[in-house]
C-alpha cells in the first residue's frame, strides 16, 4: 500500500461548526504532515509529526488542532474558522522527517 | 526573503518542444531537492529527486549546482499529458536533525497539440 488516504474529499462549514479532517498512511512512514493550499499558491507547511510527537507547529492559528492517534493516522480538529480559512488541506507522509513526502488527494474545504 | 524561486510561467509550448525550468535556493545548507508535478485541483506528486551529479529518467533529466545554488528541470518531447505546474522543493536545514519541504511557487506548463 503506497497511498496516504484523507476523508473528507469535500467539506462545507460554517463558522461554528467543529469538524475533524483524517489522514492515513500504512507505508510505516515515521513523519506526517499538514499543508494548506490555496489556489495558484504552493502548499504551506502547518504542522510536522514525527514518531507521533507534534515536532513543527508553523504558527498556526489554534483553531486547527492537529492530533496524531498513532503512527498511521493524522487528524486535523477544526473549530471556529473564518472564510478565508478555505482551501485544500494536504497531508502527507515520509519515512522519516526530511525525507521525500507523498501526499494524499487532499480534503477540499469551505468556510460559509 | 524567497527561499526558493522558480521561473516565472506560464511556458506555452508546442508538443515535441523540449522545455527547461529553472529553481534557485537561499540557504547553503539545504540538504535534498525534488521537484513535483500538480495537476490542476490534484495533489502534488512526486516526479524526480535531485542529486549532484545529475538524473534521468525517461524525457526528463534533473540537474542539481551547489555551488550555485541552481536546480534545473528538463523535459524533452513535451506531451499533452505534461502540462501541469511543476514545483521546485527543497528540504531545508534549521538546525536539529528535522527539516521540511520549502516549495518554491511553481512553474505553469502548457502543452499545445
Known amino acids: 500500500d503506497t497511498e496516504v488516504t484523507q476523508t473528507p474529499k469535500h467539506l462545507v462549514m460554517g463558522m461554528t461548526n467543529k469538524k475533524s479532517l483524517k489522514c492515513e498512511q500504512h507505508?510505516?512512514?515515521?513523519?506526517m504532515y499538514w499543508y494548506k493550499q490555496k489556489a495558484k499558491k504552493p502548499p504551506e507547511l502547518m504542522f510536522v509529526?514525527?514518531?507521533?510527537?507534534?515536532?513543527i507547529n508553523e504558527s498556526v492559528p489554534s483553531r486547527f488542532s492537529p492530533e496524531c492517534p498513532n503512527s498511521s493516522l493524522l487528524n486535523l480538529h477544526l473549530h471556529a474558522l473564518q472564510p478565508e480559512d478555505s482551501a485544500l488541506y494536504l497531508c502527507?507522509?515520509?519515512?522519516?522527517?526530511?525525507?521525500?513526502?507523498?501526499f494524499g488527494p487532499g480534503t477540499r474545504l469551505t468556510v460559509l | 526573503r524567497k527561499e526558493v524561486e522558480q521561473d516565472p510561467g506560464p511556458f506555452n509550448v508546442p508538443e515535441g518542444a523540449t522545455v527547461a525550468f529553472n529553481c534557485t535556493y537561499s540557504?547553503?545548507?539545504?540538504?535534498?531537492f525534488f521537484w513535483y508535478r500538480q495537476d490542476c485541483r490534484k495533489e502534488p506528486k512526486l516526479l524526480m529527486s535531485?542529486?549532484?551529479s545529475g538524473n534521468e529518467d525517461g524525457r526528463f533529466t534533473a540537474q542539481l549546482n551547489r555551488a550555485s545554488q541552481y536546480i534545473s528541470l528538463l523535459i524533452r518531447d513535451s506531451k499533452l499529458s505534461d502540462s501541469a505546474t511543476y514545483l521546485c522543493v527543497v528540504i531545508g536545514d534549521y538546525g536539529g536533525s528535522q527539516g521540511n519541504l520549502i516549495f518554491g511557487k511553481g512553474t505553469k506548463l502548457s502543452v499545445k497539440p
Open positions: 509529526y514525527s514518531y507521533e510527537k507534534l515536532s
Open positions: 535531485v542529486y549532484s
Open positions: 502527507a507522509s515520509s519515512q522519516d522527517a526530511g525525507g521525500r513526502e507523498f
Open positions: 507505508m510505516g512512514h515515521r513523519a
Open positions: 540557504n547553503s545548507a539545504s540538504q535534498s
